[in-house]
């Protein structure tokens, strides 16, 4: 590794993940119609899986990346782990106001939802900010590239197929170009060919050429080679 190589970041890909959830779900929450039981329904199913992504996020860091902050820089993740506590608290919340909705929908209800969770949402943003500052420099300073790599293995490990495929769901569209293809360059083939195909649909054509070229990948026919 040179001086100026980039070392490795555990937040970076995930947390660009949920950036995009949270917002696209907060934007499908302002704009939903409460009069119309199927965009109500499919609102509040995002609203669910989002808060399952954020509680199983807050889950893995404290389970794996907190303790191996707190081995080598005793107290350095404090802070951020009370946050955690009332994010799952917001969460408790957030799921029984969606409830309450559900049960009896009616505007005000939906502004009072979309109202709570732009909330959450901002305090989240923040919350990250801290974990890509703080937290990485208390990592790279304790803590070799190779080291963070098992960190980041022991936490892939722990993710189920539902939890995957959601997971990249929003992270393969959140990425940059690059980005993109060295996460799905460095998987195995068995696995790539699932997650190209997962992936068409979140892409639009220019990205999506400037993918399959990356993994040295056919498009389809009629796309733009970018």
Known sequence: ???????????????????????????????MDVDDPLDLAAALAQLDALLDAAEHHVEKENTFVHP??????????AAIEAEHEEHLDAIAGLRAEAAGLRALPSAAAAQRLYRRFAAFVAHNFEHMGVEE?????????????????EIHGRIMATLGPREMSETLRWMIPALTPAERAQLVGGLPPAVQTPVLAAARPLLNDTDWAKLCRAVAQAPAPGLVEA
């Open 1 to 31: 590794m040179t001086a100026n190589a980039p070392r490795l970041d555990l937040y970076a890909h995930i947390h660009k993940a949920l950036r995009l959830f949270m917002s696209d779900t907060l934007q499908h929450l302002g704009r």
């Open 68 to 77: 191996a902050i707190e081995a080598r820089r005793a107290g350095a993740s």
């Open 133 to 149: 500052s703080r937290h990485n420099q208390a990592l790279w300073a304790a803590y070799t590239d190779a080291e963070l790599a």
